[in-house]
């Protein structure tokens, strides 16, 4: 059974950094697309950063592009969103999934396991 675990949101300052992470249980991370999507209230889930299988290509958002890094630890199965230069347009709860190896690493229609999400509220 598949089970992916998202942990690391919180309240931080502007201009302050958080690392989330994203434990993944049942499934391989070569074989799958790894992405982090977020969601504010009342707008829809949009596409942050995502990373293919295998572990090679990654690609990012325009909005986080720079800021934001997407990394992985193959020995523990987790995945992980560093999040520099917050700013209060970042707040929204942040999910991670996993999906098709060969499908858009961007559109959430490609990925079949999500994690719960996570809360990130970034003051001004």
């Known amino acids: 059974q598949v089970q992916v675990v998202e942990s690391g949101g919180g309240l931080v300052q502007a201009g302050g950094s958080l690392r989330l992470s994203c434990a993944a249980e049942g499934l391989m991370f070569s074989d799958v697309n790894m992405g982090w999507f977020r969601q504010a209230p009342g707008k829809a889930r949009n596409f942050v950063a995502a990373m293919a299988w295998g572990g090679g290509a990654t690609d990012y958002a325009d909005s986080v592009k720079g800021r934001f890094t997407i990394s992985r630890d193959n020995t523990k199965n987790t995945i992980f969103l560093h999040m520099n230069s917050l700013n209060p347009e970042d707040t929204a709860v942040y999910y991670c999934?996993?999906?098709?190896?060969?499908?858009?690493?961007?559109?959430?229609?490609?990925?079949?396991?999500w994690g719960q999400g996570t809360q990130v509220t970034v003051s001004s």
């Open positions: 999934a996993a999906g098709a190896p060969y499908a858009s690493r961007r559109s959430p229609a490609n990925y079949n396991y």
